[in-house]
């Protein structure tokens, strides 16, 4: 009876192992090509993955939904930025909540008040009609505070544990829009160490005024395996020879009060110190394993709605429940289908990318990164 109990309790991993061992011994014979090995090993990890999942709903972390219902109440999106100042004062000043990430970008000036078109009416009114204009001058400098509403979200960015969201391209012709926030900070002897970082080209960053506010910003990337399935996500990226952080990494950073990333290499390992491989990064204690490219497992917790969910047209309403939101971890991202953030992912095959982000914060938070030895890297 014990060494029935013992199977059932270990059957799974045990069958789960030996599959793998097969594998590897067919691959290394030949008689299965490694493209047929990578896909049953995916199959493997989405089979044991979705076992093992822990499932259940994490409160610490809340997505401010911009919905359908939102949409609908609020309209369409882009939505000018007087409106997400708002939402950023209410949030910080109403609900007290922890942090705040983006999972967007503000690359392009929103010109939605009228400004630019009063400037221009301005202008033209200096050379035809100086007394006019000068009327006109004095009246748009008076309406510029209200109108100016970059310089609006700007300065509800001010001083808040807020995080900006950007994205990079590895497209060889892409030129970078925005600004870049500063290098990431990570500790490490990078010396004689080749380490395989995904290498970008280009950007789409933030409005200078925004990122100069906010106090950090991490890139949204997260790139697909072959089969199209979002797995993993790259935790440091390279451009132009320096460090990038993640968004989630930048997040849980800012959670934990800590800046600096430490790079913890591999040793021991026959060859030394001159093992090149980067096994970990660390925020403070808290060990996020990664692959040859910088990479980590995602920690999924279940389906989508595994984290809390706030219609953001709840939150500018002053409608939401403040217990849910005091000092929580928040991210504002959309569910809504015609925003496009929606991914494939071994749980479910449309996911919401905002939640990708909370699955990656609570697993550091959780020490619950898994290794990547089960996985075709």
């Known amino acids: 009876m014990k060494i029935l109990a013992l199977f059932s309790q270990h059957g799974v991993r045990f069958a789960l192992s030996a599959v793998i061992v097969l594998l590897m011994l067919l691959n290394a014979s030949g008689a299965l090509p490694l493209s047929a090995i990578n896909k049953l090993e ?34 369409r999106w882009p939505w000018g930025r007087n409106k997400l100042a708002d939402l950023v004062n209410i949030l910080f000043d109403d609900y007290h909540v922890k942090v705040l990430g983006f999972d967007m970008v503000f690359a392009e000036k929103d010109e939605s008040s009228g400004l630019k078109s009063l400037d221009a009416i301005k202008t033209q009114y200096l050379v035809s009609d100086p007394a006019l204009g000068q009327a006109l001058d004095q009246a ?23 995080v900006l969201g950007y994205v990079f391209s590895h497209d ?41 506010k906010a106090k950090n ?92 969910y706030v219609s953001a047209t709840d939150v500018l309403n002053h409608q939401a429940n403040a217990a849910l939101l005091k000092n929580k971890i928040v991210l504002l991202g959309t569910t809504a289908a015609g925003l496009l953030d929606l991914r494939a992912t071994p749980v479910q095959n449309v996911y919401a990318g905002v939640e990708i982000h909370a699955n990656m914060i609570a697993g550091i938070l959780d020490h619950n990164i898994k290794e990547l030895s089960l996985i075709h890297i």
Do not use: C
């Not at 209200?146 to 808040?160: H, I, P």
């Not at 925020?283 to 595994?306: C, H, K, N, T």
């Open 140 to 162: 748009v400098e008076t309406l510029r505070p209200a109108l100016d509403y970059d310089q609006k979200f700007a300065k509800s960015l001010k001083g808040r544990n807020v």
């Open 172 to 212: 060889v012709a892409a030129i970078g829009s925005g600004v870049l926030p500063p290098a990431s900070r990570v500790a490490g002897d990078f010396t004689g160490k080749n380490i395989d970082f995904i290498n970008e080209t280009g950007f789409s960053a933030n409005l200078e005024a925004l990122q100069q």
């Open 217 to 308: 910003a991490g890139h949204f990337n997260i790139n697909p395996d072959a089969d199209g399935m979002m797995r993993r996500v790259p935790m440091l990226v390279q451009y132009d020879g320096k460090m990038y952080q993640s968004l989630s990494l930048a997040i849980a950073g800012a959670a934990l009060g800590v800046d600096q990333i430490e790079a913890d290499f591999a040793q021991g390992l026959g060859v030394g110190k001159r093992y090149a491989g980067l096994e970990w990064l660390k925020l403070g204690s808290y060990r996020i394993p990664v692959d040859a490219r910088v990479s980590a497992l995602i920690p999924f917790r279940g389906a989508q709605g595994s984290f809390l």
């Open 42 to 75: 995916n199959f493997t990890y989405d089979t044991r993955l979705n076992m093992l999942m822990p499932r259940g709903l994490d409160d610490r972390i809340v997505i401010i939904d911009i919905d359908e219902k939102s949409l609908k109440a609020q309209g």
